[in-house]
């Protein structure tokens, strides 16, 4: 069994992976291409940290799915997302989950997961602020997981939609949503 770092925090990647092939999608990938540069920096980030990255990620409804199809088939030549997928691909260290809603914990091994990590904070990015996002960062808190949502690193189909989603996890879930600039992520020790 390989072994794992222990780390006190982890990044966990929301929907990022994402072929933008449904309503509302053009303009969901208009407004989430300011955020590639500071998932790759978050991500750089984490690895120097020896943090885990954790990709949870929607089957899109194919219930025969893993993360191999679900990349080919957002990469693939033609796709709206294939630039955006292509730039953020997991790496060989990074995790995969596969998710069939909109929470990254409801009916994944995420928890389990993290748990076996010893994680005790999350930062969440990707997409969708009002959605995906919103859905994990409240099964998080109620996890009692520290959240920190960086506004740079997170997008919804209207701006607006993801700031007010910003607003309410920081209200209610007591979410750090500084930009991803402020975030120190220490480096992880061996389990």
């Excluded at 885990?52 to 990469?75: E, K, T």
């Excluded at 990254?104 to 010893?118: D, G, I, Q």
């Amino acid at each position: 069994m390989p072994k794992l770092n222990a780390s006190r925090t982890a990044v966990l990647l929301v929907d990022v992976i994402n072929h933008f092939e449904f309503p509302g999608g053009d303009a969901l990938l208009a407004n989430a291409e300011h955020t590639v540069k500071p998932l790759l920096a978050l991500r750089r980030m984490a690895h120097a940290a020896k943090a885990p990255v954790i990709y949870a990620n929607d089957n899109f409804g194919d219930w025969h799915s893993d993360s191999g199809r679900i990349l080919q088939r957002c990469r693939r030549r033609g796709c709206p997302g294939a630039s955006f997928t292509r730039r953020l691909s997991p790496l060989s260290r990074d995790y995969f989950v596969l998710k069939p809603a909109n929470s990254a914990f409801f009916s994944t091994t995420l928890e389990t997961l993290l748990r076996a990590l010893k994680v005790k904070a999350l930062i969440l990015a990707g997409l969708t602020a009002d959605n995906c996002i919103l859905f994990t960062a409240h099964d998080a808190y109620l996890r009692g997981y520290r959240l920190h949502v960086p506004a740079d690193c997170v997008a919804s189909q209207k701006a607006a939609d993801a700031r007010r989603a910003l607003e309410q996890m920081q209200l209610t879930l007591k979410a750090d949503i500084r930009p991803s600039s402020s975030i120190a992520i220490k480096r992880a020790r061996a389990a």
